[in-house]
């Protein structure tokens, strides 16, 4: 089945801590995304990604770095410079980015609390 | 800079239609999404809206006017399962890049019996 997993579904992270947020997808989609969503808010960008070994900054990127070494990877690392991180957070993939008809396609979401 | 605006929350009984309105700025207009998103779940892909007018799937129908600013999502027949957040999210050539669309609050709609 294609798709796009994320992992893990809840994660804990203690003050000061960098945690990782894993997501692949095997639909062999170019592009990549990585969203932040809180209560009553809608999804903000982080980063996108569109092609490997390159990625960009979305509006909220500050505390956040990732990497795109791998077509089918896009990990997000949540570091202690980000005050505020509990919130959802969901990855998604589209074919090549650069399309304008293109749709998302969205994982199921890590869920981050902060301990 | 963007703007999208939709309600908070609407309620709705089982077997009625509810219709949820999306107004946007923009600096730029490139289609328009309307994405269904239950608790805890990833969004999912309900619309898209480039042109003006109605189109229509299914129980779902949804209504795009460029030059009002103005889309609305139209649902038939409610089922319980119906309740959910609909997010309206608009793709803005002029900001950010590569066709990455913007999305709004989102919409909690309640279906009650």
């Known amino acids: 089945d294609g798709g796009i997993t994320q992992s893990p579904k809840y994660l804990f992270r203690k003050e000061g801590q960098n945690v990782t947020l894993s997501c692949e997808q095997n639909?062999?989609?170019?592009?990549m995304y990585w969203y932040r969503q809180d209560p009553g808010q809608g999804l903000r960008l982080i980063y996108y990604?569109?092609?490997?070994?390159?990625?960009q900054k979305g509006d909220i990127a500050e505390g956040y770095s990732v990497s795109r070494e791998k077509k089918e990877s896009f990990p997000l690392t949540v570091t202690s410079a980000q005050k505020n991180p509990t919130a959802f957070y969901l990855c998604?993939?589209?074919?090549?980015?650069?399309?304008?008809?293109?749709?998302?396609?969205f994982g199921p979401g890590t869920r981050l609390l902060v301990l | 800079g963007q703007n999208i605006d939709q309600p908070t929350e609407m309620t709705a009984t089982e077997g009625a239609i509810v219709q949820i309105n999306c107004t946007y700025q923009?600096?730029?207009?490139?289609?328009l999404f309307w994405y269904q998103q239950h608790a805890g779940e990833a969004p999912t892909f309900l619309s898209y809206?480039?042109?003006?007018g109605l189109e229509e799937k299914g129980r779902f129908s949804s209504f795009l006017s460029r030059s009002k600013g103005y889309s609305y999502l139209l649902l038939k027949e409610l089922q319980m399962k119906d309740s959910a957040s609909y997010l309206c999210?608009?793709?803005?050539?002029?900001?950010?890049?590569?066709?990455?669309?913007?999305f709004g609050r989102g919409t909690s709609l309640i279906v009650h019996p």
């Open positions: 998604a993939s589209s074919p090549n980015g650069d399309d304008s008809r293109e749709t998302q396609y």
């Open positions: 923009t600096s730029g207009f490139n289609g």
């Open positions: 990604s569109q092609i490997v070994n390159d990625f």
């Open positions: 999210a608009v793709r803005d050539p002029f900001t950010g890049g590569s066709y990455i669309p913007t």
């Open positions: 639909l062999n989609h170019d592009a």
């Open positions: 809206n480039v042109l003006d």
